[in-house]
């Protein structure tokens, strides 16, 4: 995108400032035909109903209306609408959600971390990030929180957090359908129905389903790839006991059955290799040629099924009683993930790895109980305690095929040895468990009626244990140990067990201040801990040729970070938020990705020091009845404060082996990002009925990205930006229709670049998507 395209959303965005506008994205887009005030607007960010304006922490809250107007049915959606969020995915495995560039190393995901970024469901924890890749079932609202959040919520979460809340059973019955249907064979349907089993029973069922076809097209399979095949459902009972006590039931199952999420050819990048051991060497000696160097063509010759199928489903119980000077809640949850995956993982048409999959099973339990209450009118309080515990199981298969030999060994020893990797196999099993448990707590004291003191605490303890074992199978059968080393130079045997354990205190202190009506201004201060990691994937060996068990445990971050904000509220309809932080970790959680295939392909260790700062406004105007704007805005500066022994990037493969890349910015994070759009709707009169016809436009812009764990002028994603739009009518008795277009100017993008696995210098890329447009039919009786 270019700079003027940034310098308008800038623009805009200070225009709101001087008009006022309100924190976030929020209530826009329209779904209703009147005016919404922004004090209506509440949020459960603190574990209590409280008014936005109030909250003294950064908050992006997205309605039910502006969730299904603007197409926003999961993460990845999320993120054009609130700058602040970074999602990364190659599958719903390797999967990230990150807030302010914090939460989850970029990279190949390793199951041994925590995630830093929580993703709350109904109060339920989803430990899972492949979660975040499902479509949002019956959403009623949506919530961003931005910084550490360990002293109200039951999971650790030193970056932020994403609270969903779904719509409640309701006594008065009512039915929502929306059907989609758009180019690409785009096919989505939602159904929602509620209403009362007796007086005090009410219950509500939702489904959720959407399919479309493949973007990228494989000219060896004449297939598509990288469709959408998604199907929710979610099933809520709610029994009012009495006035003070109600328990709702709930269940939920997500299929997915895609084939994705394939990679393209993006370009080739000179190493430090000879130039026999590069990727125009290796693929002339093989008479190769990929379909297309030009990733936006969007074609592959892929020779391994892509296959991404996941289910996830679970139950909960929430318990919310009215009891002494509060409320007690109660939230017991057990969830399961099976992932079933099949990748290509060369990229290319040729036989190098024909089998890469790692079928995992998880399963969690979680139970967390919060009693919030006031002890007079000056002093309330929020205390929890929460206990969790998963088991993951793995059972992983690599393969490598007859142009492995050529392709990852120099071409003297695959001449010399032909058929040496061909059927040349590594089998794993992996199994961890990993327990939690915490006791957390804030109180909040009016010390005048304008300013609160809110101090907070937590103490934490995580256990975590892992059992591996790889074998290796295949390939040449040969005594000879020179070939049996080269054998296992790309796949290699290795049994290992660690346990560790670690406990932990972290706490924060907020100090807000009501300078006016219109102006509540806030500072915190908070140290944060994200848990002992364990790598699951793999160690390295030590100079005795063993497993370096040292590196089988990955030290805890510790985090310290700074805060200040302003809500701004000169009129009803007027918000405007400003919010500057700087963030410190100590033993940063870095993903370490060796270029060549093998028990090295990703694992965890620590960089020395990481600080993220930055600057946020989030605001909304509503003009006369029917012009609603918003706009948000994010600067974020996140750099490696000192990391010495990085691994080299691309370009360096063949090269040092780590290299000092302190003072280089972080992956995955856009310096300047932002968000701004509107809705402009009005009476109607159309065959003898008053309607209102409305047009919104969305625009979302990140500037240029690192997508490399340490930096390389390879891969840099260049800045984009991307715009969306609406267009139709809708009546007052629930119903709508709506034309709508998304990437509606056809940017070409990329969600991700990466280097393929052998050093060669070859790269592959992520699309995103291109332009689709389709036409929305809603209905509420």
């Known amino acids: 995108m270019s700079v003027s395209i940034r310098t308008q959303l800038f623009v805009a965005a200070s225009a709101l400032a001087l008009l006022g506008a309100h924190d976030v994205a929020a209530q826009t887009a329209g779904g209703s035909t009147s005016a919404v005030n922004v004090e209506e607007i509440t949020v459960t960010a603190r574990r209590r109903v409280e008014l936005l304006q109030d909250v003294p922490i950064p908050v992006t809250v997205l309605s039910a209306s502006q969730v299904a107007d603007t197409g926003t049915f999961n993460v990845t959606r999320l993120k054009e609408m609130v ?215 969007r074609l592959t010759d892929a020779d391994t099924p892509h296959r991404s199928y996941q289910d996830v489903g679970g139950a909960a119980l929430t318990v919310n009683w009215e009891v002494g000077p509060g409320a007690l809640t109660s939230i017991t949850a057990w969830r399961y993930w099976d992932w079933n995956p099949s990748n290509d993982r060369d990229f290319l ?208 971050e510790e985090v310290t970070h700074y805060e200040a904000g302003i809500k701004t509220q000169p009129t009803r309809r007027i918000t405007a938020n400003f919010t500057v932080y700087q963030t410190e970790i100590k033993d940063f959680q870095a993903q370490v990705v060796n270029a060549s295939v093998g028990v090295l392909r990703g694992y965890l260790a620590n960089a020395d020091k990481v600080r993220v700062r930055g600057a946020e406004f989030d605001g909304q105007a509503r003009i006369g009845d029917g012009l609603t704007l918003y706009a948000a805005a994010a600067y974020t500066d996140a750099i490696y404060a000192a990391f010495t022994d990085a691994p080299p990037p691309l370009e360096l493969t063949g090269g040092p082996q780590v290299v000092d890349i302190s003072g280089s910015r972080l992956p995955g994070v856009s310096k300047w990002a932002g968000s701004v759009g509107g809705e402009y709707s009005a009476p109607v009169a159309l065959a003898g009925r008053e309607l209102e016809a409305f047009a919104g436009v969305d625009v979302s812009y990140r500037s240029d990205f690192s997508s490399s764990p340490s930096p390389s002028q390879y891969l840099n994603i260049e800045g984009y930006s991307l715009t969306n739009a609406r267009l139709g009518v809708r009546s007052g008795d629930g119903w709508s229709a709506y034309l709508w277009a998304r990437n509606l100017f056809d940017e070409n993008y990329f969600e991700l670049l990466s280097a393929a696995p052998g050093g060669s210098g070859l790269y592959v890329g992520l699309p995103g998507d291109p332009r689709t447009f389709g036409l929305t039919l809603r209905a509420s009786f």
């Open 83 to 297: 700058p602040t969020v970074q999602f990364y995915s190659t599958n719903p495995r390797n999967s990230a959600i990150n807030i302010r560039g914090l939460g989850s190393p970029y990279g190949l995901t390793n199951d041994g971390i925590e995630p830093g970024v929580g993703l709350y469901i109904d109060g339920v924890f989803h430990a899972r990030p492949a979660a975040a890749t499902l479509d949002f079932v019956d959403v009623e609202q949506i919530e961003v929180l931005r910084g550490p959040q360990g002293t109200l919520y039951g999971k650790n979460t030193t970056a932020g957090a994403i609270n969903v809340t779904s719509r409640r059973p309701q006594f008065t019955p009512r039915t929502d359908v929306e059907v989609s249907v758009g180019d690409l064979n785009f096919q989505q349907v939602k159904a929602s129905i509620t209403g009362p089993l007796s007086e005090r029973i009410a219950a509500r069922l939702s489904f959720s389903g959407t399919r479309r076809d493949g973007v990228l097209y494989n000219t060896a399979t004449q297939d598509d790839l990288n469709d959408l095949n998604n199907l929710g459902l979610k099933g809520q009972v709610l029994f009012l006991v009495n006035d003070k006590l109600e328990v709702i039931l709930a269940g939920d199952y997500t299929r997915q059955r895609p084939e994705g999420y394939a990679q393209v050819v993006a370009g080739v990048a000179p190493t430090q290799r000879a130039a026999n051991r590069r990727y125009e060497g290796i693929a002339a000696d093989l008479n190769y040629r990929p379909p297309s160097f030009d990733a936006f063509d």
């Open 349 to 556: 048409g040729l036989p190098i790895t024909t089998i890469s999959a790692n079928p995992s099973e998880q399963r969690q339990f979680s139970q967390e109980l919060r009693y919030a209450g006031d002890l007079s009118d000056r002093l309330n309080f929020v205390l929890g305690a929460f206990v969790f515990r998963q088991t993951i199981d793995s059972t992983g298969k690599q393969e490598q095929g007859s142009a492995a030999a050529r392709f990852l060994l120099a071409p003297s020893a695959a001449a010399a040895t032909p058929g040496l990797l061909n059927g040349y196999g590594q089998t794993s099993d992996i199994s961890s468990t990993f327990l939690s448990a915490a006791l957390f707590g804030q109180v909040e004291w009016s010390v005048t009626d304008r300013l609160r003191v809110m101090p907070g605490l937590r103490l934490n303890y995580d256990e975590k244990e892992v059992d591996y074992a790889s074998f290796v199978y295949g390939g040449l059968q040969t005594t000879d140990a020179a070939l049996i080393a080269l054998q296992r130079s790309i796949l290699a045997p290795q049994s290992y067990a660690a346990k560790t354990d670690d406990t932990n205190i972290s706490g924060q202190i907020t100090v807000a201040y009501e300078v006016s009506e219109a102006v509540n201004a806030y500072a915190t201060y908070a140290t944060s801990f994200k848990s002992v990691g364990l790598n699951l994937g793999g160690v390295p060996n030590n100079a005795a040729g063993a497993p370096a068990l040292d590196a089988a445990t990955v030290r805890p």
